[in-house]
C-alpha cells in the first residue's frame, strides 16, 4: 500500500489518549507512564506532552547528551507504548492466542470489550502518530529506507484498526446533527404547529396552537406549514440512508481490520516495532548522531515549525475572518474538497511541529497557540469528512425530494462547522 498523505495523523476522529491499564508489560523496560499533571493526546491531538526518559535538563531547560542519546531515547518510548496498544488490543478483542510483543503468540482468547478495544485503538495512533512525526522531522539523523518504510507500516497499521470507528463517530455525529435540525426546523418555539421528538418523528400541536398560527402570525398556513414540516418529513430516510451506508462501511472496515491482524505484513511491522523499543537504527557512517542534541535537534524543529507557518500563510485567514462565511458555502464540491485538503494539511504539519517540540523536551519553545489552533484544525477535519458523507449520501439515485432536501440541509450545516472552525483557528493563531 502507498504511504499515506496523512503520515501523521491516523484517519478518523482522535479522542483522548487512553490511560494504559494496569500491570501491561513494556518491551525491554523503555516506557514509563507520563507523570502526573502531563498532558496526553487529547480529542484535537494538540497537548503537550514531554515524554520521560529523554536526556534533558529539566532545571536548565537545556539539552544534554548527544542527539543518539535523546532522540533515541524518545523513540524507544513511543516503541514500547505502542506494543502497549497491540497487546490491549489482543486482549480487548478476545482474539485466539492474542499478539503480544514483536509478533509472538501468547494469553488465552477472552470475552471481547469494545470500549477497551477501542482505547487501546487510540493508544496505537496515538503512538503511531509520535513515532511518524520524529521519524519524518528527524528523518537526516536516522537510516532514510528504514525510516521512510516504518512510517509506511505504521500509518497502514494505524488507519486500518481505526476507520471502524472513524465511521461510528461520522454515523453519530450526524445523526446527531440530524436529529437537532430537524427539532430545530420542526419546532421553532415552544407550542408551535409541528415538534420534533426524534428523528423523522413528528408531534402534532394542540389544534389552538395551529389555529392561532394563521394570518396573524404573519404567515399563512399553507407554504409556511410545507417549509417547516419538510425537514422533518425526510429526516427520517435521510437518518436511515445515512445508517445503511455508514453502518455497511464500518463493516467493511471491521472486516479489513480482522484481516489486517492476521496478516504477515502485521508480523513484520510488530517486530521492527519490537526492536525500535531496543535499539534506532540512525543513519549509517553518519556524524549528526554523536553530536551534541543541543546543536543538533533545535535546528530541525525548526525547519518543521517554518513550514507549519508557511502553510498557514497560504490559509485564506482573511476570507474566514467571519464565523458563518456566506460566501464560503457557495462553492462546488470539488472546491469544498480541494479547500480542505489545504487546511488538512495544515492540521498535519502542526502535529509534526508539536511532536518535534517534544523530542526537546524542556529545551522546547512554548507556544501557547498550539493547543486550540489544534481543536480548531481538528474540529474542521471531522466537520468536513461528515459533510462530504452527508453529500455522497444525497448523491444515491432515486432518492426521495424530501431525503435530499434534509441531506442538503446536513451538508450545510456542516459546512457551516466547517467555517466556523476556521475562523477559530484563525482566531488563536493570530
Do not use: K
Amino acid at each position: 500500500m502507498g504511504r499515506s498523505r496523512d503520515a501523521v495523523a491516523g484517519p478518523g476522529r482522535g479522542t483522548g489518549e487512553p490511560a494504559q491499564p494496569a500491570g501491561t508489560g513494556t518491551a525491554g523496560g523503555t516506557a514509563t507512564q507520563p507523570s502526573p499533571g502531563t498532558a496526553t493526546d487529547a480529542r484535537a491531538g494538540t497537548a503537550t506532552e514531554a515524554p520521560a526518559g529523554t536526556a534533558t535538563d529539566a532545571s536548565a531547560g537545556t539539552l544534554t547528551g548527544s542527539a543518539a542519546e535523546v532522540l533515541g531515547g524518545y523513540l524507544h518510548e513511543r516503541a514500547a507504548e505502542f506494543l502497549r496498544g497491540l497487546r490491549a488490543h489482543a486482549q480487548s478483542t478476545g482474539a485466539p492466542g492474542g499478539t503480544t510483543v514483536g509478533g509472538g503468540q501468547g494469553g488465552a482468547a477472552g470475552a471481547a470489550d469494545p470500549a477497551r478495544a477501542a482505547s487501546s485503538v487510540e493508544t496505537l495512533r496515538c503512538a503511531a502518530r509520535r513515532l511518524n512525526g520524529a521519524l519524518v522531522t528527524y528523518r537526516s539523523l536516522l537510516d532514510p529506507a528504514w525510516a521512510d518504510n516504518l512510517r509506511t507500516e505504521l500509518s497502514w497499521l494505524a488507519g486500518a484498526l481505526a476507520r471502524e470507528y472513524a465511521y461510528a463517530a461520522r454515523l453519530e455525529r450526524l445523526l446527531s446533527a440530524l436529529h437537532r435540525l430537524a427539532s430545530g426546523a420542526g419546532s421553532g418555539r415552544e407550542g408551535s404547529e409541528t415538534g420534533v421528538r426524534a428523528v423523522g418523528t413528528s408531534v402534532p400541536a394542540p389544534s389552538g396552537a395551529r389555529q392561532a398560527a394563521g394570518p396573524a402570525g404573519g404567515r399563512s398556513g399553507g407554504a409556511a406549514t410545507r417549509e417547516r414540516g419538510a425537514l422533518p418529513v425526510g429526516a427520517a430516510r435521510a437518518g436511515a440512508l445515512l445508517e445503511r451506508q455508514l453502518t455497511l462501511s464500518r463493516t467493511r472496515a471491521h472486516s479489513a481490520a480482522l484481516q489486517a491482524l492476521g496478516s504477515a505484513r502485521f508480523h513484520a511491522v510488530a517486530d521492527a516495532v519490537a526492536l525500535l523499543a531496543s535499539e534506532a537504527p540512525f543513519r549509517p557512517g553518519g556524524e549528526g548522531a554523536g553530536r551534541p542534541a543541543a546543536a543538533v535537534l533545535p535546528p530541525l524543529a525548526e525547519q518543521a515549525r517554518r513550514q507549519l507557518t508557511e502553510a498557514v500563510a497560504a490559509l485564506p485567514l482573511s476570507r474566514a475572518g467571519a464565523p458563518y462565511n456566506a460566501d464560503a458555502l457557495a462553492r462546488s464540491l470539488a472546491s469544498e474538497a480541494r479547500q480542505d485538503a489545504a487546511w488538512d494539511q495544515v492540521r498535519v504539519l502542526l502535529r509534526l511541529h508539536r511532536y518535534a517540540q517534544e523530542v526537546l523536551g524542556p529545551h522546547a519553545e512554548a507556544d501557547p497557540r498550539l493547543r486550540p489552533a489544534g481543536e480548531a484544525l481538528e474540529r474542521h477535519h471531522e466537520a468536513a469528512a461528515a459533510a462530504a458523507a452527508a453529500a455522497s449520501a444525497a448523491a444515491t439515485p432515486r432518492i426521495a425530494p424530501a431525503t435530499a432536501y434534509a441531506l442538503g440541509v446536513l451538508h450545510a450545516d456542516q459546512r457551516h462547522e466547517v467555517e466556523a472552525a476556521r475562523f477559530t483557528f484563525g482566531h488563536h493563531w493570530t
